[in-house]
Nanobody, 129 residues
Framework: QVDLVESGGGLVQAGGSLRLSCTVS????????MAWFRQAPGKEREFVSA????????YYADSMKGRSTISRDNAKNTVYLQMNSLKSEDTAVYYC??????????????????????WGQGTQVTVSS
């Protein structure tokens, strides 16, 4: 069992920054690829970014490339998503996800929700224009 708890969401003005955190507990060593997804009202959940466990490789959706940085601190069992230059269209609930079965492929496979077998409850990010 892997438990994920997100934090760091909130209300920010357009152009501002936020850093989301995802704390992993339980079988933390089994959490290989970690990812962030988001879901805006009335839209499907979409991939934001992913990171491998130990090699530092990352993968980003085009919408967040250049404006966000994903990182992880395995000693603290925490994954971060630093988001900059936020836009109103970034408003969504942001979810942390863990894949205990595979590794980061840096391909479209990493963007699939079914790759990930554990999910957090989400944290709301609201960007005001």
């Amino acid at each position: 069992q892997v438990d994920l708890v997100e934090s760091g969401g909130g209300l920010v003005q357009a152009g501002g920054s936020l850093r989301l955190s995802c704390t992993v507990s339980g079988r933390t060593l089994s959490a290989r690829t970690m990812a962030w997804f988001r879901q805006a009202p009335g839209k499907e959940r979409e991939f934001v970014s992913a990171i491998g466990r130990s090699n530092g490789r990352t993968y980003y959706a085009d919408s967040m490339k250049g404006r966000s940085t994903i990182s992880r601190d395995n000693a603290k069992n925490t994954v971060y998503l630093q988001m900059n230059s936020l836009k109103s269209e970034d408003t969504a609930v942001y979810y942390c996800a863990a894949d205990t079965r595979g590794t980061l492929t840096t391909s479209s496979y990493d963007t699939r929700s079914d790759k990930y077998d554990y999910w957090g409850q989400g944290t709301q990010v609201t960007v005001s224009s």
